[in-house]
């Protein structure tokens, strides 16, 4: 065991919706965040805003075609909690010593995430039922 932890912040907490402005009315207006970045990822077919909480990040998420992860989950699940990013020093690493314990992940390798991260998702199978998503910055 390593003598620091892995996870060093928590990155975001993402929360799949249907309409993005609505959504970024509503926390800017209920709470007083602001929206500080917004991207589409084709690869994973999702629209994202970013609204600074402290040192994290709200990350609001919706799908931009019928066959994206988001959209598919929607359809099961409806609106809600989608994935939990965390922050680690080494998304390598982390992945690895994931995988090394035998626990399913969903990328074998680290690719490229939102504004120039570095990200590798965990399967929710064996994670207890989240999806867990490594940023590295
Ligand atoms: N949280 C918890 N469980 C989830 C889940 C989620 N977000 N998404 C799927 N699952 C569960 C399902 O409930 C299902 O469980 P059961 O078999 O018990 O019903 C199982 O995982 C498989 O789900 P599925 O509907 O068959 O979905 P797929 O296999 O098509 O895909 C997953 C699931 C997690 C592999 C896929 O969503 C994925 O690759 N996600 C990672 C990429 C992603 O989400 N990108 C968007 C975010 C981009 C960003 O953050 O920057
Ligand atoms: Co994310």
Redesign the pocket.
Known sequence: MPAEPVLTEID?V?IAVRDLDAAVAYYEAAYGVEVEHRET?ER???E?ALLRVADSYV?L?TPTRDD???A??ME??GEGI??V?YRVDDCAAALERVKAQGHQV?DDAPRP??RGTT?A?I???TAF???I?LVQE
Do not use: N, Y
């Open positions: 975001h993402a990822v994973d077919g999702v994202e990350q998420l994206s992860p988001v598919k989950w099961k699940r989608h994935h990013g969903i995430g939102s990200v998702f399967h929710p199978k039922g989240t999806l998503e």
